[in-house]
């Protein structure tokens, strides 16, 4: 394991976490509940919203118990695993390191807020008339939106070496 790779997985993480919380932050103290103020007219919205499930609030209405081990400990497993693969395995790409960790520190983002409040707060809204619609979302679900694109990015570039080898 290099030091220089576990710097810069810990560091992308830290990063990610802490542009995460702080803007929870921010939309906690700042945002009323509920209400809706317009960023770029009616195409992005800031709103402050606390979603007790997962992906669109799927899971608000679980039984506490299948709740707990969905949303709390089967994601800490996740990333820990997660982690330790990014740690160890030796023969990763850059972009697909950038990627894993990206998603930890959101992964790690909206778990922190599931333990601390019981929900996580989401506060983004985008609609652009048809074309594109997002659900509400949060600094930690573009972390792993972002983090899927590098993977992804990665995956392209592989396949494109591959190619040009064969």
Not at 10 to 24: A, E, H, P, R, T
Not at 59 to 88: A, M
Not at 103 to 114: H, S, V
Request: charged share 15%; net charge positive; proline share 2%.
């Amino acid at each position: 394991m290099n030091l220089k790779h576990i710097v810069l997985v810990c560091l992308l993480i830290i990063l990610n976490i802490g542009c995460d919380q702080i803007s929870k932050k921010m939309v906690r103290d700042q945002v009323e509940p509920r209400s809706t103020t317009e960023i770029i007219g009616e195409k992005f919205i800031l709103t402050n919203v606390e979603n007790s499930g997962a992906f669109l609030g799927m899971g608000s209405d679980l039984n506490p118990t299948v709740k707990t081990i969905l949303l709390l400990i089967l994601p800490v497993i996740v990333l820990l695993l997660v982690l330790r693969y990014v740690l160890v395995k030796k023969d990763l790409d850059n972009l697909t390191v950038i990627g894993l960790s990206f998603i930890l520190g959101g992964g790690i983002g909206n778990l922190y807020d599931r333990i601390l409040y019981g929900s996580v707060t989401d506060f983004f809204h985008i609609d652009l008339g048809g074309v594109f619609r997002t659900g509400i979302f949060n600094m930690a679900d573009v972390s792993v939106m972002v983090g899927m694109g590098f993977i992804l990015l990665a995956s392209l570039v592989q396949r494109k070496k591959t190619q040009m080898n064969a």
